[in-house]
């Protein structure tokens, strides 16, 4: 990645309040935000081993934002206006786009992709080929390596809600929606106790029937 600077008179605020500060590479294209330059690694020969990143070519562009303790490397690239922050990291060939969050402790790296109004968080883990689109919540202990390892279903009940389905190495499958996050069982005791025998308790059963068929329980790799 080439050379950057930071322009100290084109920032914006982020929600947080915190300062961030315009990219500016070393051929004149402008990038996105950062809060440092610790939040993009400008270094070369970018490698991936377990958790661990070396950083490589890495790009962050359009209205992006990086911030707090948030690491981008690798060959990774934020972009849109996804924000990515707290001790979050995206490395290897990820892409982050859209109006995509991660956040938290969340890793996304390999050649995964995050993007829609996607939110990844918690410990959750988005690596492989899997791409985590749309209104996904994937949260908690999350592991998520594979396109099938996380479906949403929506919308969902009297608030047209999304359904976010997930590997969980604490769960083994993760249920989020709303307020609501939790396993398989505590979600269809939820509805159970809420709807019933009711056509929206009926169309949450049905996607629990449908996770079943598509979302793998988590087995460590």
């Not at 300062?19 to 939040?39: C, F, K, M, P, V």
């Not at 389905?165 to 005791?189: H, I, K, M, P, Q």
């Not at 106790?193 to 996770?211: E, F, K, Q, R, W």
């Amino acid at each position: 990645m080439p050379a950057y600077t930071l322009a100290p008179t084109d920032t914006v605020i982020a929600p947080d309040g915190t300062i961030l500060y315009r990219i500016q590479y070393a051929d004149g294209t402008r990038g996105g935000y950062l809060q440092s330059t610790a939040n993009l690694d400008p270094t070369s020969d970018a490698q991936v081993l377990g958790d661990a990143q070396v950083s490589g070519n890495a790009w962050v562009s359009d209205d992006a934002q990086v911030l707090g303790d948030a690491r981008v490397s690798g060959n990774a690239r934020v972009s849109g206006n996804a924000q990515v922050s707290g001790n979050a990291w995206v490395s290897g060939n990820a892409w982050v786009y859209g109006n995509a969050w991660v956040y938290g402790n969340a890793q996304v790296y390999g050649g995964a992709w995050v993007s829609g109004n996607a939110w990844v968080s918690g410990n959750a883990r988005v690596s492989g080929n899997a791409r985590v689109l749309g209104d996904a919540w994937v949260y908690g202990d999350a592991r998520v390596s594979k396109p099938q390892h996380c479906l949403t279903v929506g919308p969902l009940g009297s608030r047209a809600a999304t359904l976010t389905v997930c590997r969980d190495s604490t769960l083994s499958l993760s249920y989020a929606t709303g307020c609501f996050f939790g396993s398989r069982e505590a979600f269809l005791a939820a509805v159970e106790a809420t709807h019933g025998d009711s056509p929206i308790g009926n169309a949450y059963a049905a996607a629990v029937m449908l996770a079943d068929h598509v979302v793998p329980p988590y087995m460590p790799e």
